[in-house]
């Protein structure tokens, strides 16, 4: 009806949308003509022989690990906790896109709905229960969320989002008297993956951000200091500072203390991760304009009160995109932990199949772990550009 | 200010002095730095004399016990240390290389299909570059790995090409892919290599002048030149005929052969090899498709609907204006993209390939000298990406004044 009335469209157009289309974007011309035909070939070669062996593979190794590959060996009588964490999310996810979304968003209801569907699959009575909270508290907190002034709202979320990496320690670690402790030992799997991937951002925030002062600063040992710190982390492979962490901290610290091996992983991720930020936060330090500073000059404000009320908050709000993605390479970068042993989502893999039982296993454990790190981080990354639209940064310019 | 510091004495008259003042951060910083260095010195050696060790290198010239899966010079069971790792090095160096290699290749591939008009391909580059982007590059290697190389059948029942089994029942092939990796027929070098490789040099000293007298007669004609694709075929063409007229054959055929165990000859590639390769491949060329893609995106329109008004052909729209100017946006990301190649390859580590990090790892645990390898591992590759930022500086200038 619409096209009707559109006086730039031909009158092909018109009569045959759909073939018209397929004729401009498939076959315009002779090299398109053969460039479609190629693509034809190469989708069937990849059904018949990708798609349709792997279907054929035996997929009950995932079934029977499900458990192993979310949580590790996190005790199965506090496995709520871990359910706890997930409803936390959930609640502030509805929230954030209360905030962020203009329209109803689609997102927030197919998920819903994939979760309700789990319901119909081969889960346990207690599992299912945790689906339909966690999908009905995704779909009540966005309704909610128009309750409390928008204002108000982004307060809050920012809140609990800031919350998250302490939240999610107290409950899955456990404190004095109330909830059991679990060891870090114990965690595995995607929920180890996901703790080291948020508390490495969340530390290494506030080192790289002084690492990215101290390379601007005016004083110049300071400034060479923090520029060797950061270019030798960046200068070197994750795995180096992994192993420093692992095998060079604990002789470096007092012979008291020998942390555990959580900690030494955590530490080299921290490391690796902070001299990134910094030059992040170097990035989004270059895009604010000299004047500022000399505003606050002139209005004798001094350098510390300038850079935390006037630069920072400006920087930050620029970096909120940058450091929603920089969550989806800690996510990729922490996969290497299991390197030095640690029972991540990749390094339990390793461990599933070298039960004698599904020594078969591999290929489907791998392309399933493939298949959780591509939605995590496929989704935070469209998430941050969302963000960074809705937010009114160009970062292409601002940078 | 001078004048106002020196009248005034005492701590806040210090404290309101810029200079005295940054003077006075910088040494508590100073002493604040070298007390943690002191501290954590102090402590290593500590804990190294636990283990009666001390900090030296010199137990790099003991022989070193360690057998290499492969390695591209010769070594043998009583190789020093020193030279295992040098072999670990240049596994690296030459993996690094040939990835670089193909993913820039594929990687522009795949960026001029993201920007093609055809709706499909389009949007199987698009598929592409966001699946391999959001996959940890551990996953692809441990996928190629383990689930495909160790899922070939055996050097028995491999998939071959040009399978041909002779009269003494010596079974031999074209290509053949197993669990052991991949081999294939392949030209190596005879006695009487030494003479063509003169040959060729020679061919390329001659193409370099070529170049410098074309660019020679662009400057004085004006006229533009095609200043590299002469010279090139010039150096084929010319080191194929001396190859022909040469009395002696510079290159043989070799053949794999079915032994008992193992395929022997040809170009053998191992599985770890060649996963690793072509998890790095996949991983760096999405990342190098996008570089491309922005880069060439970031020209504006305008520039181009210039050049084509100004009468220049497609092709010299392209080469002349849009490479020029996506260049200066291109190559500095790029290079990062390279030395993270460089970096990526100590993920061998994980599928058993014997790079260079893989091997300290293997001498960390033989000799318990950790501090040690770690050091010489870290100022190895700061070594490299000190060398590349370098140049990498040193075009960006020359770069940079051209464009004004």
Known sequence: MKNKLNPFLSAEEVKHPTLFWVRKNLFSSVGNVILTLISFFLIYLLIVKGALPLLKLDWTVIKANMKLIFTGSYPMDQLWRVWILVLYIAIFFGLTFRVFSIKTPKLIFIISGILFAFCFLEFSVFTKVFFVLTASLLVGSYFLGSLVTKRKLTQVIGLGWVLLMPFSFIIIRGFGGFLPIVKPNLWGGLLLSLLISLTSIFLSLPIGLLLALGRRSKMKFIRVVCTVIIEVVRGVPLITILFIGYLILPMALPASWTPSVFIRALAGVVMFHSAYMAESFRGGLQGISVTQYEAAKSLNIGTVKTMFLIILPQVLKRMIPILVNSFTSALKDTSLISIIGMLDLIGISTSIVSNPKYLTGSAQVLFFEGLIYFILCFSISKGSMVLEKRLGINTKVGM | ?404
């Open chain 2, 1 to 404: 200010m001078k004048l106002e510091g020196k009248s005034r004495i005492g701590i806040k008259s210090i404290w309101q002095d810029t200079h005295r003042r940054m003077g006075l951060i910088q040494f508590i910083f100073f002493v604040f730095i070298i007390y943690i260095i002191a501290v954590f010195t102090t402590n290593i050696f500590n804990s190294l004399a636990k283990l009666d060790m001390t900090l030296s290198f010199r137990f790099l010239n003991n022989p070193s016990h360690i057998n290499i899966g492969e390695s591209l010079i010769d070594i043998n069971n009583s190789s020093s240390f020193l030279k295992i790792i040098f072999a670990g090095f240049i596994n690296t160096i030459s993996i690094t290389v040939v990835a670089i290699f193909f993913s820039t290749f594929i990687g522009v591939f795949i960026a001029l299909c993201r920007l093609s008009s055809n709706w499909l391909i389009k949007k199987i580059a698009i598929i592409y570059i966001e699946i391999i982007r959001n996959i940890p590059l551990l996953l692809l290697l441990l996928i190629w790995y383990r689930a495909f190389f160790l899922k070939l059948p055996g050097v028995k029942n491999s998939f071959a090409m040009g399978k041909e089994v002779s009269s003494d029942g010596i079974t031999s092939f074209g290509f053949s892919l197993s669990n052991r990796g991949l081999s294939m027929t392949f030209f190596k070098p005879t006695e009487n290599f030494n003479p063509w490789l003169i040959c060729m040099a020679i061919g390329l000293i001659l193409a370099i002048v070529f170049i410098l007298y074309l660019k020679h007669r662009q400057k004085e004609t004006g006229k533009e030149q095609r200043s590299f694709l002469y010279p090139l075929l010039l150096f084929i063409v010319f080191a194929i005929i001396t190859y022909f007229i040469l009395p002696e054959k510079a290159l043989y055929k070799d053949v794999p052969v079915l032994g008992k165990y193992n395929i022997s000859g040809g170009l053998h590639i191992t599985a770890e090899w060649f996963s690793l390769f072509s998890g790095l491949v996949l991983y760096t060329s999405g990342f190098i498709a996008e570089i491309f893609r922005s880069g060439i995106q970031g020209v504006s329109n305008g520039q181009i609907e210039a050049a084509r008004a100004l009468g220049l052909s497609h092709m010299q729209t392209v080469r002349l204006v849009v490479i020029p100017q996506a260049k200066v946006v291109i190559i500095p990301p790029l290079t990062s993209q390279f030395l993270g190649v460089a970096k990526n390859t100590s993920l061998g580590v994980a599928i058993g390939f014997p790079d260079m990090f893989a091997i300290t790892g293997t001498i960390m645990n033989q000799t318990g000298r950790t501090l040690e390898m770690i050091l010489l591992i870290m100022s190895i590759y700061l070594t490299l990406s000190l060398i590349t930022s370098f140049f990498m500086n040193q075009y960006n200038k020359k770069v940079q004044l051209k464009e004004r």
